[in-house]
């Protein structure tokens, strides 16, 4: 199928297919929008068994990027790219070199980072060939590094928002929240929920890492295939997309969704449905745009040899409950839910209102 006819290629203004003999590199690099500035999103290193379901993850993650940086407020349009990996995921130095290789090609048009599957070693690697490279490690109370704490951050900020706004409550103790994944986010975020007395249960595909946080933070550990209708206050989705689709959304028990994973609802008529069930949904790409906003902050410091301030990155994140609080606000008193209300103040940012 042309990636032009997937039903996710949305005016895209490049999408480029590298394949590199040599090292085995197969990747797509996806250029939604440069609009507000270059492409920035980070590369997920995965294992597709359908080569399609590649194209359609860099066509929405791209586009999900353009709307995440436009309403972050940052000069920054919105790319993504996959690299697909084999069953075994294999991980090599020349396939990182190539793929460097192929965003420097680009020249500067396209921003990368980490994404899933990638760590601060490989974007070392990614930058021996090029500069266009964000999330390098940091020092401790700098600017850049593993984007994940920060995103974790802004997803507590806005889940605190939420339950402000939907259960009129000024504290997330004694509020119960599902988290579905227990990664760097998902943990990040338990971690300050639990700081702050939330009644948490966990869950990942990874039963023992689950069990550990589980004790951690004082909550209770679940099947994964059980979490999204643990009976709950907040569902708080931190793993993979696309889960929200009809089924889905049928087994919610919660009164608010909002959690990190990129691309949540499955497609626009499950926004409606989740709208229609009366629960409060916080769109993904603004309640997670903490770590692309310190990177980005990182990368154009960099460009601008300008010395670059931690406390500016908390500001900005710091900034999330206020745009959530608007969406929200605009989808009560129009009827439209919230993630139509965001899609169409991102779009009016990137110019295609």
Known sequence: MAFWTEADFDEHERVEVVHDRASG???????????????????????????????????????????????????????????????????????????????????????TAEDVGASEADMVAIHARTPHVCGLPAEDGSVGGDPGPFTAMGIYHGIRAAVAYKLDKDSVAGVHVALQGCGSVGGGVARLLAKEGAQLTVADVDEDRAKTLAREVGGKAVAADQIMATSCDVFSPNALGAILDEAGVARLDCRIVAGGANNQIARPEHGAQLHARGILYAPDYVINAGGIINVSLEYLCRQHREPCDINEVRKRIAQIPDRLM????????????SDVVADAMARELIGRG
């Not at 590199?25 to 359908?50: C, E, K, Q, V």
């Not at 608007?326 to 839910?337: F, L, M, N, P, V």
């Open 25 to 111: 590199l197969t990747a797509i690099i996806a250029l939604h929008s440069t609009h507000l500035g270059p492409a920035a999103g980070g590369t997920r290193f995965w294992h597709y068994a359908d080569p399609d379901a590649a194209m359609r993850d860099a066509l929405r993650l791209s586009r999900g990027m353009s709307y995440k940086n436009a309403m972050a407020g940052l000069p920054m349009g919105g790319g993504k790219a996959v690299v697909l990996l084999d069953e075994k995921s294999t991980k090599t130095a020349d396939m990182l070199a190539a793929f460097g290789d192929a965003v420097d090609a680009l020249g500067g048009a396209y921003v």
């Open 326 to 337: 608007a969406i929200w606000q605009e989808s009560d008193e129009t009827g439209r839910s």
